[in-house]
């Protein structure tokens, strides 16, 4: 198979404990669709440049547009598709709404890959210096793996990270005439994978930084600039997927992954149970 695949998302009442929550929850959740995405790896790209037909980012919506975008996003190994997946009309869908289904699990999971890698190196090193509770309960410390810092979190604080971001995956698949008036067209209908749609008009109050592009980075970007860029964003999605996996598995198995056997601590807890160390059923 090929080597790559195919936001631990916070505001700073919840900071870097966000990282742990995507690190070891959110993450976790790609593993039991990584096996489709994977195989579609070198195929399921996010946007192609404009040709002919389009005068902006072209969706990558048929199988024809995969394989094209596999010779840019991996040009030795190009479309590589053992499963089948780009064949599969998941649901009794179109191959275009499976591809789009596909595509949004990679852009997504790439970037909660990213932004947990980073997480992970972070708070490996890095604790806020204030209070973390009300009641003056510190962040957990640095001497504690990240899997640990996660546990040794009030039950309070897992709770709100997960609806925390609960509520960001339920925003982003709102879509305009089917019950809501804010959102977008649906990914596997023909929306634009990857993309979230503005808080602006969909939250009863108001939101300083939208979280797609809070910046404004990308405004003024040609349409050129904006294809490489997301190719960029892919290849480095997967290469992070890679990443944050193995940074788990050297964790949970020690001596799986040398070259991180002298750099990240063990953990003897478990892994697929975010709530272990509060209670069990």
């Excluded at 598995?249 to 478990?270: C, F, R």
Aim: charged fraction near 15%; glycine fraction near 8%.
């Amino acid at each position: 198979l090929k080597s790559s695949f195919p936001l631990n998302l916070s505001s700073f009442s919840i900071e870097i404990s966000l990282s742990r929550s995507l690190i070891r929850y959110f993450d976790l959740f790609t593993m039991k669709i990584s096996a489709c995405v994977l195989a579609l790896a070198s195929g399921a790209a996010a946007f192609s440049p404009a040709k002919n037909s389009r005068q902006s980012v072209q969706l990558s919506e048929t199988k024809a547009d995969l394989e094209k975008m596999a010779a840019d996003l991996n040009p030795i190994v190009k479309f590589y598709d053992p499963l089948g997946c780009a064949d599969a009309a998941y649901w009794g869908k179109s191959d275009e709404a499976t591809i789009g289904w596909l595509r949004q699990a990679e852009i997504k999971h790439g970037r909660v890959a990213m932004a947990a890698f980073v997480g992970h190196v972070v708070q490996s090193n890095f604790h806020w210096p204030w209070p973390m509770t009300m009641d003056g309960t510190p962040f957990p410390s640095t001497d504690l793996s990240p899997p640990e810092q996660w546990d040794a979190l009030p039950f309070a604080s897992k709770v709100q990270i997960i609806l925390f971001v609960g509520f960001l995956e339920w925003y982003s698949e709102l879509t305009p005439g089917e019950g809501s008036d804010v959102g977008q067209i649906h990914y596997t209908k023909g929306g634009q994978p990857g993309k979230y749609p503005p808080f602006k008009g969909g939250i009863p109050h108001s939101v300083p930084f939208n979280l797609f592009d809070p910046f404004q980075f990308h405004t003024g970007m040609s349409e050129e600039a904006k294809a490489r860029g997301l190719l960029k964003e892919i290849n480095n999605g997967r290469l992070a997927m890679l990443g944050i996996f193995g940074f788990v598995s050297a964790e949970t198995i020690p001596g799986s992954v040398p070259a991180l056997a002298n750099i990240v601590k063990p953990y003897s807890g478990e892994v697929m149970a975010p709530f272990s160390a509060d209670f069990s059923l």
